[in-house]
């Protein structure tokens, strides 16, 4: 009887010593995963009248993903359209304003001619040549002044209808703002909005992130630091789901240079000490990697 509780106590030190071993790691730092996250809100007010996005969805940039009630906005735009055409038919038509001076002037030159012909053979006198002359120099500044005041006119029309064409092009820029179109590619994390809600430009619509490359943002003691520099290459450890790890290589792209208190989520290598510097440790991911998800590091 003694032996078999000798045996037992024997058997229970080996477990829990076992035990002990497999919890102590050689682990420099631990983390979490995170992607760099884009919420995608509207620009544009109205009815949502079609969202086809769905959370977990993969959208590429570009992508048109539904539109916005805009039928005010058309309208408002075919109004301007149609001022701005009354707007510039009221311009003159020069060579219309002009004609009748045009042929008073042809007329008053032809009859120069046939007085100067007159004047030669001394059939008239010089008088009327010079009556003919002046009437054409009057006719002349007539022209030239009606051409002016024909073109103030319609450059005034034309500055009348250069605000109308810019409040059009706003209503156009407000059309197009009207059609989602995602803008970056990534999955669909959150839905904040469904179809037949009303929106607002700066109102949420869904969170998108790039999952191909996630970042294990991890904490460092300053001993560690000069360890580790800028675009190093580390090994990342993951649960496999056996009670192993998963090894991946990862690139270190941020180093903090302030120290902060350590998160209470974390642990350090030297027990979660008071002051650590955060990294970022990029790592490709094949779809095994979630957000959230912890990870360690060697370094």
Do not use: H
Not at 45 to 55: D, L
């Amino acid at each position: 009887m003694k032996y078999n509780t000798i045996k037992a106590l024997a058997i229970l030190f080996i477990i829990v010593f076992a035990s002990c071993n497999n919890t102590n790691n050689n682990f420099d730092a631990s983390g979490s995963f995170e992607a760099e996250e884009t919420i995608i809100s509207s620009e544009a007010s109205g009815v949502i009248k079609q969202f086809e996005i769905k959370e977990g969805q993969i959208l590429k940039a570009g992508q048109p993903i539904g539109y916005i009630d805009s039928v005010q906005l058309f309208l408002k735009k075919k109004q301007l359209e149609a001022q701005i055409t009354a707007l510039l038919s009221k311009k003159p038509n020069l060579p219309i304003q002009l004609a009748s001076l045009q042929q008073q002037l042809q007329t008053s030159e032809k009859e120069k001619v046939r007085i100067s012909n007159l004047l030669k053979s001394n059939s008239i006198s010089t008088k009327q040549l010079d009556d003919i002359n002046a009437q054409i120099e009057v006719l002349k500044k007539q022209i030239e002044a009606q051409k002016s005041t024909l073109s103030i006119t319609s450059q005034g029309l034309n500055k009348d209808a250069t605000p109308l064409q810019f409040q059009i092009e706003q209503l156009k820029d407000q059309l197009d703002k009207c059609n989602l179109i995602n803008p970056i590619n990534g999955t669909v994390l959150v839905k904040y909005a469904e179809e037949n809600e009303i929106t607002a430009p700066g109102k949420p619509l869904y969170k998108i992130a790039d999952l191909s490359t996630l970042n294990l943002r991890a904490y460092i003691t300053g001993n560690q630091l000069p360890l580790v520099k800028l675009n190093q290459k580390i090994k990342v450890l993951t649960d496999d789901g056996k009670g192993g790890y998963k090894e991946t290589e990862g690139i270190i792209t941020w180093i903090n240079d302030k120290a902060e208190f350590t998160p209470k989520t974390i642990q350090t290598k030297d027990e979660r000490a008071n002051l650590v510097y955060a990294m970022k440790v990029r790592v490709k991911n094949e779809g095994y990697f979630k957000i959230g998800m912890y990870g360690e590091i060697k370094f």
